[in-house]
Every structure is written in structure tokens, then in C-alpha cells.
């Protein structure tokens, strides 16, 4: 028989002890080793690649840094500008609240952190607006003042026959003259142009791309107009016959459109290249007095206004389903145009120019934006401003639209840091680009920039560009081959975009300055607000190409946020250029003699004022790390 062995309390504790000693902390743990100088050298090599603007590499030389030394919580910092700078701005904030877990007396950081949670509530407020922020500024101008015409061009003294509808894409304004069977075209961008082309009875032109267009006549007459790039004139040809009478129309994406019948009663649906309509809408109410009188058509997403003025209501129909969303009461309706934030600009007979608040109505009354219009007959956005015209063209009206009283959260990016050396003295050159829905009001305004830097408020000297440049270098996401010219990336999601302009980043190339995304890919919210963020701190341009369908809703809000196009066939002569305002900032850098310490203490913060918009951004400025420019 085996004797029993039997362990005291404290022989058990002394057993316990002795495993313990056996194995050191670290491997009881399981915790690597900090490797600091390692971290410390991935560090600057992210900070190089910040300056140089490339964000997606700088991410991923913070994440290697952070698994060398895990208590380097500046990785934290850099980490959410720079996930700022590719749109995620709530993960750039949990980025900074994990840094402020560590340095929780760190008051400089936490109002970094305040405002990129404002700037992604203002995103989400641009979305899905409920109050409309914005306001318009409608004066009476005369035609040489809007238009590139000279004094004694008929159009100026004579006017219209008889004015059709006003449309535009990009810098082109067409303005077709029903009774004077003439269309005109004006080019209002930097090369200001006018043609003339005979047309029998142009009622309205729908534009393909910014190259082609229909025009389609009074009694349903189909001509195509285009460019032709050898001469830069315009050139038409017949196409067919509707074989309705034509009031509006307009293209719901590459397959169809709708067209109002004012003499028939009836909104008709076409097929592209398919004259005869496979449906056609009307109120349901029959034998209603006064008739439904369709006379202009505007869409927006899957979303079509239509202005019966017969019986005073704006009709807004699914085009989907044909089905009724909302219906608007105002007599003597004429016209009718989507804005930005989802409301319409509503123009009657007797003169007055509504607004309504973002739809649905929810019983809002309308918003009288002026009254007195004379004679007036039709409006369309261009280039973010609202034209009013009258029948007879000869008086116009410009609205110019922008932000309201209220202070509004605008979006800023610095990028391009040098430093200069001029009379013995370190000079930091910069320079910023401040996005919002209103970048030509932004451009025009006097802003007012401060910075800050070791707790010191620096003189900024600022210089204001408006700068317009070709639409080179376009990226183009779709699941079919676009023309063009431009670099295409196959996808079915819009979410494949981010890993489209990673690679673009990590090749070595810069941002493209357009966007061209098909309304086919499948939409998620956080990818349009992601989107909507990353345009607007950019400078990006979003276009879409409607091709067998209309966009979605938040994706055409996001591509009119940033004043992009919509084509409905592939722009293979190109885009209208992009213009944006651009921010010089310069400003002298006192002398230091002790070391600029972490990158918080070494923050560079920007502050700019412009209309109402309060725009900041912040890096961190080790001056002897920035280019010097020679």
C-alpha cells in the first residue's frame, strides 16, 4: 500500500510561487518586447507620406508602427487625420477619443475631436436635410451681363419668337426659341461662346453628355445636336418622330424618357430609339375639371416633378411604379427644378419664384423667393446659380444661391506644407481647399484665416484662386467599359471605390479630379456619406452616368452637393472642367530653441472664416521634417 502525500496550505502555496518564478512576465503574458525606436521610425515615414498626401499608406505604416510599441498613442493622432482625409470622419473621431483615453487632460486634441464630430453631423444634415440652409439672392440682369453676347446682337434688342424650356449641363446653356425655330447655345465658362442653329420649333434640348444632346420640337420632331471636335461647332441631324406634342421633357437614364403632352393630357414614357410610349401617366381623377395640363417635367433620382398648371399642382411621381409621393398646391405653375437639398424652385405665371423646404411637405407652406417677375417662363440650374427667363428672353433673372444666416460647419484640407527662407526667417507656404455646396460663393467671398502654433496666433497672409482646369485624369466606376479616355474600375458597389483610389494612391498618382460613378452600383448610406465627405475636403467633383436606370436618391444628392453632371450616355469627348476655390496661406514661424515636443504640442490649427462657413483644419509641424522649397 502507497503512502498518501499530503500538502499543507502553505506547502500548496509555496508550490504555486515556484511555477510562477519559472517563467519570466513577458512570457506569462504573451507580450512582445516594445520595440520604441522601431515605431519611432515608421512614425516619421507615415508623417513623410501624410505631407505628401498619401493617407493610405500613411494608415498602414501607423498600424505597423503600433504593433511594434502599443502605449504609442501619437499613433492614435496622425492615424485620424489621416483617416479624415479619406472621408472617415467617425472613425477619425474614435481614433481620437482612443488617444484621449491616455492623455485625457489634452484640451487641444478633444476639440479636434469635437469638430470632426460636427463636420460628420453636417454631412448627414447635407443628406437628409429637414429645414432648407440655404438662401437665394434673386436680381434682375441684362443679357450681355449673363450671356456672351455683344450689344447689337439681335438677341439683346429683339429677344425670342417665343421661348422654349432653358436647360443646362456643366457650362452649357441652351435656350431654344420655339417660334423663332432657332436653338442657341451658350458656353459660360472660361471661353465664353454662343452658336445658333436652325431648328423647326425647338421646345426643349436634353442633353446626352456634355457633347451631345436631343432636341425635341413642338409637334415631337427628335434631332440630334453634337459637337464636333474638329471645329468645336455644333452639327444636327434628324432622328424620328414622337408623334406627340412636346411641352418638357426629360431623359430618365440611357434607356428612356418622359416626355409632357400638354395637348394630350398625359406624361408619356419612352423607350430610347422606341417611338411609340410603353406607358403614360395622367391624375386619376377623370373627367376632372380643369384638365391635367402638364407643362415642365424635373427629376430627381428616381423622382419626377411634374407642373400641372390646369389644375395649379406639382405632381411628384416614382418612376418606378408610377405611384404618387406627394402633391403640391399653387395655381398658375409654369416651371419647376430640383435643388440640392431634395426641394423645388416652383415659378408661376403671374410672376413669383417659390422655394419648398426639403420633401416631404409635411403641411410647410411654400417660401416666396420674389415676385414681379414679368412675363416670366421658364428656369434651370446652371452652374449653381438659378436662371430665370422670360418668354421672350428678353429680361433674365440670376439667383445666387448660398449658405443662410446661421454659422454652418465648411470643410478644410491643407495639403502641399514647404517651407521658404526669406530674410532670415523661416516661411511656411500652404495651401488649402475649402469645400462646400457653395465653393463660387466661397471663391467670391473675403475670408479671413488665422493659425495657431505652440500657443502662439501667427499672422496669415491668405491668397484666394479660382482655379479651372480639364477633367483629366478622371476615375470612372462601373460595371461595363466607359469611354472616354478615362481609367475605368470594374465594380458592382460603390464601396469598391475606396480600394480603387488606394491603388491609385500607392501608384503614385494623385487624386482624380472627377468621380464618374454608374447608378447602377449598389448604394449603402455610410458609403454616400463617406463619399459626400471626401469630395467636399478634396475637392472632387462626383458625376454620374445614368446608364438603363435612374441614380439613386443619395447618390444624385451627393453628385448635386458637389456640382457634378449627369450624363445619360458616355462622355467620350470628356467633361466640362472643374473649377474650385483654392486657399494660399503663408505665414512666418517664430524662431524656437527648445524641441517642438509631441504632435500635439507641435499642432498647426487653421482657422478660416468665409460667408458663414467656419472651415479648420490642423497637422502636426515639425519645421525641420517639411520640404524646403529652393
Known amino acids: 500500500m502507497k503512502p498518501r502525500i499530503r500538502l499543507s496550505w502553505w506547502g500548496s502555496l509555496l508550490l504555486f510561487l515556484t511555477l510562477c518564478s519559472a517563467t519570466t512576465p513577458a512570457e506569462a503574458v504573451g507580450m512582445p518586447a516594445a520595440d520604441r525606436r522601431g515605431a519611432e521610425r515608421l512614425f516619421l515615414l507615415a508623417y513623410q507620406d501624410y505631407l505628401q498626401d498619401r493617407p493610405w499608406s500613411c494608415m498602414a505604416l501607423l498600424a505597423q508602427a503600433l504593433k511594434k510599441n502599443t502605449y504609442m498613442v501619437d499613433t492614435y493622432l496622425l492615424r485620424a487625420l489621416a483617416q479624415r482625409r479619406v472621408g472617415l470622419l467617425g472613425e477619425g473621431a474614435g481614433s481620437l477619443e482612443d488617444y484621449l483615453e491616455v492623455r485625457r487632460q489634452d484640451v487641444r486634441i478633444r476639440r479636434v475631436?469635437?469638430?470632426?464630430?460636427?463636420?460628420?453631423?453636417?454631412?448627414?444634415?447635407?443628406?437628409?436635410?429637414?429645414?432648407?440652409?440655404?438662401?437665394?439672392?434673386?436680381?434682375?440682369?441684362?443679357?450681355p451681363e449673363i450671356l456672351p453676347l455683344p450689344l447689337w446682337n439681335p438677341l439683346v434688342w429683339s429677344g425670342l419668337a417665343g421661348g422654349g424650356k432653358l436647360r443646362g449641363?456643366?457650362?452649357?446653356?441652351?435656350?431654344?426659341?420655339?417660334?423663332?425655330?432657332?436653338?442657341?447655345?451658350?458656353?459660360?465658362?472660361?471661353?465664353?461662346?454662343?452658336?445658333?442653329?436652325?431648328?423647326?420649333?425647338?421646345?426643349v434640348i436634353l442633353p446626352l453628355c456634355p457633347s451631345r444632346s436631343w432636341i425635341l420640337g413642338a409637334r415631337g420632331k427628335v434631332h440630334e445636336v453634337w459637337k464636333n471636335p474638329l471645329n468645336d461647332q455644333y452639327e444636327t441631324k434628324p432622328l424620328g418622330d414622337?408623334?406627340?406634342?412636346?411641352?418638357d421633357a426629360v431623359f430618365l437614364s440611357s434607356k428612356g424618357l418622359a416626355v409632357a403632352?400638354?395637348?394630350?393630357?398625359?406624361?408619356?414614357?419612352?423607350?430610347?430609339?422606341?417611338?411609340?410610349?410603353?406607358?403614360?401617366?395622367?391624375?386619376?381623377?377623370?373627367?376632372?375639371?380643369?384638365?391635367?395640363?402638364?407643362?415642365?417635367?424635373?427629376?430627381?433620382?428616381?423622382?419626377?416633378?411634374?407642373?400641372?398648371?390646369?389644375?395649379?399642382?406639382?405632381?411628384?411621381?416614382?418612376?418606378?411604379?408610377?405611384?404618387?409621393?406627394?402633391?403640391?398646391?399653387?395655381?398658375?405653375?409654369?416651371?419647376?427644378?430640383?435643388?440640392?437639398?431634395?426641394?423645388?424652385?416652383?415659378?408661376?405665371?403671374?410672376?413669383?419664384?417659390?422655394?419648398?423646404?426639403?420633401?416631404?411637405?409635411?403641411?410647410?407652406p411654400l417660401e416666396l423667393l420674389a415676385e414681379g417677375l414679368e412675363d416670366a417662363w421658364s428656369l434651370s440650374l446652371v452652374r449653381g446659380r438659378l436662371f430665370v427667363m422670360s418668354q421672350g428672353g428678353r429680361r433674365w433673372w440670376v439667383g445666387d444661391l448660398g449658405p443662410d444666416q446661421k454659422a454652418q460647419v465648411g470643410f478644410l484640407s491643407l495639403d502641399n506644407l514647404r517651407i521658404e527662407k526669406r530674410m532670415g526667417m523661416e516661411w511656411l507656404r500652404m495651401e488649402a481647399t475649402p469645400g462646400s455646396p457653395f465653393p463660387e460663393?466661397?471663391?467670391r467671398a473675403n475670408p479671413q484665416v488665422h493659425s495657431v502654433w505652440q500657443n502662439d496666433l501667427l499672422t496669415s497672409t491668405l491668397k484666394t484662386l479660382t482655379l479651372s482646369r480639364n477633367a483629366e485624369g478622371i476615375l470612372a466606376l462601373s460595371p461595363e467599359p466607359v469611354q472616354g479616355g478615362m481609367e475605368w474600375g470594374r465594380a458592382s458597389r460603390l464601396s469598391a471605390l475606396w480600394a480603387s483610389l488606394e491603388r491609385r494612391s500607392r501608384n503614385g498618382k494623385p487624386l482624380p479630379p472627377v468621380l464618374l460613378l454608374d447608378s447602377r452600383l449598389r448604394v449603402e448610406e455610410s458609403d454616400c456619406l463617406r463619399l459626400l465627405g471626401f469630395a467636399l475636403l478634396r475637392g472632387i467633383r462626383v458625376d454620374l452616368l445614368c446608364r438603363e436606370r435612374p441614380a439613386p436618391l443619395l447618390l444624385d444628392r451627393v453628385r448635386r452637393l458637389t456640382g457634378g453632371v449627369l450624363c445619360v450616355d458616355d462622355p467620350a469627348e470628356g467633361l466640362p472642367p472643374v473649377r474650385l476655390a483654392r486657399w494660399e496661406i503663408s505665414l512666418p514661424l517664430p524662431a524656437r530653441d527648445v524641441p517642438f515636443g509631441t504632435p500635439s504640442e507641435a499642432l498647426l490649427s487653421v482657422f478660416g472664416d468665409a460667408l458663414t462657413y467656419q472651415f479648420r483644419d490642423c497637422v502636426p509641424l515639425w519645421p525641420n521634417l517639411v520640404p524646403q522649397k529652393r
Request: proline residues 7%.
Open 441 to 443: 460663393g466661397v471663391a
Open 261 to 364: 403632352d400638354r395637348l394630350g393630357n398625359q406624361v408619356h414614357f419612352f423607350r430610347r430609339g422606341n417611338w411609340v410610349p410603353y406607358a403614360s401617366w395622367s391624375p386619376e381623377e377623370k373627367g376632372k375639371d380643369p384638365l391635367f395640363e402638364p407643362v415642365a417635367l424635373d427629376l430627381a433620382g428616381p423622382f419626377l416633378a411634374v407642373a400641372d398648371r390646369g389644375r395649379g399642382e406639382v405632381h411628384v411621381l416614382d418612376v418606378f411604379t408610377l405611384q404618387v409621393r406627394e402633391v403640391l398646391s399653387l395655381p398658375l405653375v409654369r416651371d419647376v427644378a430640383w435643388n440640392h437639398e431634395g426641394g423645388l424652385f416652383l415659378l408661376t405665371e403671374d410672376g413669383k419664384l417659390y422655394r419648398t423646404p426639403p420633401l416631404p411637405l409635411r403641411g410647410r
Open 242 to 247: 414622337l408623334g406627340k406634342t412636346v411641352t
Open 113 to 143: 475631436a469635437t469638430t470632426m464630430r460636427e463636420e460628420q453631423r453636417t454631412l448627414r444634415e447635407l443628406l437628409y436635410p429637414r429645414e432648407s440652409g440655404f438662401a437665394v439672392s434673386v436680381l434682375e440682369r441684362r443679357a
Open 169 to 203: 449641363i456643366g457650362d452649357t446653356l441652351f435656350l431654344p426659341d420655339t417660334l423663332g425655330n432657332r436653338v442657341h447655345l451658350f458656353e459660360l465658362g472660361d471661353r465664353t461662346e454662343h452658336q445658333s442653329l436652325s431648328t423647326p420649333e425647338p421646345a
